[in-house]
C-alpha cells in the first residue's frame, strides 16, 4: 500500500516550511554584524515559525541568532533567555557547533555584565568545543572575545596573544569579521598604551576591512576611532576629517550612539584647537542627542564640557553664569549614576569656575569634594586592578588544572586497558588495583588543590605588600590636604590672602604627589600581571640577573606578607657579564621563585627551634659552557637518605597540609626542558645550595 495523498501533500508542506527556515537562518547568520536590524527581523520570523511547525534545528538556530540581535541592542537579559532555551535545544541535538557559539554569547554577555570571571570561562568552554572541529571562523571569533575580556582586565598581553591568534586564523581563511574586529582591538590596546603610530597602523587596516564587507556600524566606529588618534597627536585637521565621516555615516543608518559620540569627539578637537564656536555647535547637539536616548552619564560629560567652553574668557559667548548652570546639571546628572570618575572631573571644574567668579566658600567645598574623590579613584583603580589579576591567575590555573586532569585520565585509562588484559590476574587483584587508582586519583586532585592555592597566596601576598608603600603615601598626603583645607579655610576667614594662596600651592603639590604615586602603584600591578601569564612555549632573549632579582623581590615580599616579623637576611651576587639567555623566562622563573620559597622555610623553621640568624643566597655565574643560577641557605639540610627522593613527584618533608611535594618536580620537569641539569649540594645541620645548570647554546 503506498502513502496517502493527503500524508504526502502534508509531508511535502512541511518538507517546504522546514527549507524556508533553513534558508532564512543562514540569510540571518551571514548579516548578523553587517546589518544587524535585517538579523534581528530574519531571526524573530524563523522562531516563529518554527514554534508554530515545532522544528526543533530551526527553532535552536533561529533563537541563537536572535539572541546575538538582542546583544547587539544591550538588551542582556532578553538575550540571556533566548540563548538558554538554544543550548537546550542544541544539547538535544548533540550540536558541538551551535553549544561552543551559545558558549561564546554567554562569554559576551557577562563581559558586559562586569563578570570576567564568568565570561573567561564561558568563552574558554566554547573554544574547546569548536577546536573539536574544522570551523575556523568560530576559532577566529572565540579568540578575538577572549583577547576583548582580557583587555578590558587590562591584561594587554594575553589580549594581544589571542587577538594575534585571531587574526593568523582569520588571514589564512580570509575571515572579514574576526579579523577587522581583531584589528580595531589591537589598535585600541596601542591607542590606550599612547603608541598613536601603531594604532593608526591597525585602526586603518580595520577601516578598509569594514568597508570592504559593508558593515557600516565598523566603519563609522573606526572612523571615530582614527579621529581620536588624530586629537591625541594634536592633527586637528586629520581628526576632524575622520570624526566627520563617521558622523556622517552614522546618521545614515541612524546609530543615535555613534552620532553623540562623533559630535562630543568634534566637539573636543574644536575647543582644543580654540574653534570654540564650532565647540559649542558640536556639544550643543551631542548633548541633546544623549538626552534622548536616556545616556544620562554622556549628558552629564557633555554638560560638563560645554561649562568649561562659557568659563574661557577669550571665547566670544563666554557666560560665567551659564557655566554654573551647566556645571550643576552636571554635578546633578552624576550623582544619579554614581559615576566617581566623572564626579572627580565635575568638582575640579565647579572648583575652578566658583574661584574665577570669586566664591571662595563654594569653591573650597568642591575642591574638598574633588580631593575625596580622587582618592576613592585611586583606591578603586588600584583594588579593581589586583581583583582583575587574581581572576586572570585563577582562570589560567583552572585551565592548566584541567589539562593536566586530561592527561592523566588517559594514563589511567591506559593502564587500565593493560591490566584488563593480563590474562593471570584474578577478578579481586582487578578491584584492588581499581580501587588504589581511585584513591590514587583522589590524592592527586587534594595535592595539586594545595598548590594551585598555595601559589596563588604566594603571589598575592608579595603583590599585596609591594603596593602597600606607595598606598601610604596617597592615604598620607590626602590625609595632609584635608588639614590644609582646614588652615585655607581659617585663612580665608581672617581675610589673608597671600598665607591662603601659599596653602592652596602647598595642595596643589600634595595632589601631584598623590597622582605619582598612584601611578607608581599601577606600574607595581602591571608588573605583577607578567608574573600571572602562563607559559607561551616560546623562548626569548632574557637577562638572567634581573630575572632572578624579579623572583627573589617576589619570593621575599611574599614572605613578609605572611609573617611580618619575619627578619631574613637576603644575599645576592650576580656576575655582571653573564649576557641574556635563550629560555622561557615565565618558566624559568617558576624554578627560581620556588628554590627561593624553599629557602625561605628552610631557614624559618631552623630558626624556630635554635635561634640563629637565617640567611638566604642567590648568585648567578657563567662557567665554562654552562650559566649557573643557584639558591643557599643555612638552613637544616637535608637528611643523606632522603636527597635522592626530593625531585620525586608528591615526595615532601613538610607537614601534612604545608606542602604538595610537586614544587621541585615541576622544576626538574622545567629544567629538564630547557637541556639543562638542577641538583643540590647539602649538609645536615649547615644548610642546603640548589643549582640551575642552562647550556651556553641557549646563551647569546
Known amino acids: ?63 541563537r541568532t536572535f539572541g546575538f540581535s538582542h546583544i547587539r541592542l544591550s538588551k542582556n537579559n532578553e538575550a540571556l533567555h ?24 554567554y562569554g559576551i554577555i557577562y563581559r558586559s555584565l562586569g563578570d570576567y570571571k564568568a565570561s573567561l570561562e564561558f568563552l574558554y568552554k566554547g573554544l574547546e568545543l569548536i577546536e573539536q572541529l574544522s570551523y575556523s571562523e568560530g576559532e577566529a571569533l572565540a579568540h578575538y572575545h577572549l583577547g576583548v575580556t582580557y583587555k578590558y582586565l587590562g591584561n594587554f598581553d594575553r589580549a594581544l ?71 591625541k597627536m594634536a592633527q586637528y585637521e586629520n581628526a576632524i576629517d575622520f570624526c566627520s565621516q563617521s558622523l556622517t555615516i552614522s546618521t545614515s543608518v541612524n546609530d543615535q550612539k555613534g552620532q553623540g559620540n562623533s559630535l562630543f569627539h568634534l566637539g573636543n578637537i574644536y575647543e582644543q584647537s580654540a574653534q570654540y564656536d564650532k565647540a559649542l555647535e558640536n556639544y550643543e547637539r551631542a548633548l541633546q ?3 534622548e536616548v536616556g545616556d544620562r552619564k554622556g549628558e552629564a560629560e557633555a554638560s560638563l564640557f560645554l561649562a568649561e567652553l562659557y568659563s574661557v574668557e577669550n571665547f566670544s559667548r563666554y557666560d560665567i553664569r551659564q557655566a554654573i548652570g551647566l556645571m550643576a546639571n552636571a554635578l546633578k546628572l552624576g550623582d544619579e549614576v554614581n559615576a566617581n570618575d566623572l564626579l572627580s572631573k565635575i568638582h575640579y ?37 589586583i581583583l582583575n589579576l587574581e581572576i586572570s591567575h585563577r582562570v589560567e590555573k583552572s585551565r592548566q588544572e584541567a589539562e593536566m586532569y586530561k592527561l592523566r585520565n588517559v594514563e589511567l585509562a591506559n593502564l587500565y586497558e593493560e591490566i584488563k588484559k593480563q590474562k593471570e590476574e584474578t577478578e579481586i587483584q582487578k578491584r584492588n588495583t581499581e580501587q588504589a587508582l581511585l584513591e590514587l586519583k583522589a590524592a592527586q586532585t587534594q595535592l ?3 598548590e594551585k592555592m598555595a601559589s596563588l597566596g604566594e603571589l598575592t601576598a608579595g603583590i599585596a605588600h609591594e603596593i602597600q608603600n606607595p598606598l601610604n603615601f596617597v592615604n598620607n598626603f590626602s590625609d595632609l590636604n584635608a588639614e590644609l583645607v582646614d588652615e585655607l579655610r581659617t585663612e580665608l576667614a581672617a581675610g589673608n590672602t597671600q598665607e591662603a594662596l601659599e596653602i592652596a600651592g602647598t595642595i596643589k603639590e600634595n595632589e601631584e ?82 628554590l627561593i620559597n624553599n629557602a625561605f622555610y628552610a631557614v624559618r623553621e631552623r630558626q624556630k627551634v635554635e635561634g640563629h640568624e637565617p640567611t638566604v643566597r642567590v648568585a648567578t655565574k657563567k662557567v665554562g659552557d654552562k650559566v649557573l643560577v643557584s639558591v643557599a641557605d643555612n638552613g637544616s639540610g637535608i637528611p643523606k637518605n632522603i636527597v635522592d627522593k626530593i625531585f620525586q613527584p608528591f615526595f615532601t618533608t613538610k607537614p601534612t597540609g604545608q606542602g604538595t611535594g610537586l614544587g621541585l618536580s615541576l622544576a626538574y620537569d622545567i629544567v629538564k626542558a ?26 647569546l
Open 1 to 63: 500500500m503506498g502513502t496517502h495523498p493527503r500524508c504526502r501533500q502534508y509531508q511535502t508542506n512541511m518538507q517546504f516550511l522546514k527549507d524556508k527556515i533553513d534558508q532564512l537562518n543562514r540569510q540571518a547568520w551571514d548579516v548578523r554584524v553587517s546589518d544587524s536590524p535585517l538579523a534581528f527581523e530574519l531571526s524573530k520570523e524563523t522562531v516563529r515559525l518554527s514554534r508554530e511547525i515545532a522544528y526543533t534545528k530551526g527553532l535552536a538556530e533561529g533563537l
Open 82 to 105: 533566548l540563548l538558554q532555551e538554544a543550548m537546550h535545544l542544541f544539547e538535544s541535538l548533540n550540536d558541538i557547533r551551535g553549544r561552543g557559539t551559545i558558549f561564546e554569547y
Open 161 to 231: 596573544d589571542h587577538l594575534l591568534n585571531s587574526l593568523s586564523i582569520s588571514e589564512r581563511e580570509n575571515l572579514w569579521v574576526p579579523m577587522s574586529y581583531s584589528l580595531n582591538n589591537i589598535g585600541l590596546i596601542y591607542f590606550e598604551t599612547e603608541d598613536y603610530e601603531n594604532a593608526l597602523s591597525y585602526l586603518n587596516q580595520s577601516l578598509e576591512q569594514r568597508r570592504r564587507s559593508g558593515d557600516k556600524w565598523g566603519e563609522a566606529g573606526s572612523l571615530d576611532n582614527i579621529g581620536l588618534c588624530y586629537l
Open 289 to 291: 542627542i544623549r538626552r
Open 349 to 385: 571644574g565647579f572648583y575652578k569656575i566658583c574661584k574665577k567668579n570669586q566664591k571662595a566658600n563654594e569653591a573650597l567645598m568642591h575642591l574638598e569634594k574633588y580631593i575625596s574623590a580622587e582618592k576613592e579613584i585611586h583606591t578603586a583603580a588600584v583594588n579593581k586592578k
Open 448 to 450: 595539586i588543590h594545595s
Open 513 to 594: 604627589k598623590i597622582n605619582y604615586h598612584g601611578k607608581r602603584a599601577d606600574g607595581i600591578v602591571k608588573g605583577m600581571l607578567q608574573h600571572s601569564r602562563t607559559s607561551t612555549g616560546q623562548k626569548v632573549l632574557t637577562d638572567i640577573n634581573a630575572l632572578a632579582a624579579e623572583y627573589l623581590r617576589l619570593g621575599y615580599h611574599g614572605l613578609r606578607g605572611k609573617d611580618k616579623d619575619s627578619t631574613v637576611l637576603v644575599q645576592t651576587d650576580f656576575e655582571k657579564e653573564i649576557g641574556n639567555v635563550n629560555i622561557i623566562p615565565q618558566d624559568i622563573g617558576r624554578v627560581i621563585l620556588n
Open 674 to 699: 630547557h637541556g639543562g641539569e638542577i641538583s643540590v649540594n647539602t649538609k645536615e645541620g649547615e644548610g642546603s645550595e640548589f643549582i640551575v645548570e642552562l647550556s651556553d647554546q641557549t646563551s
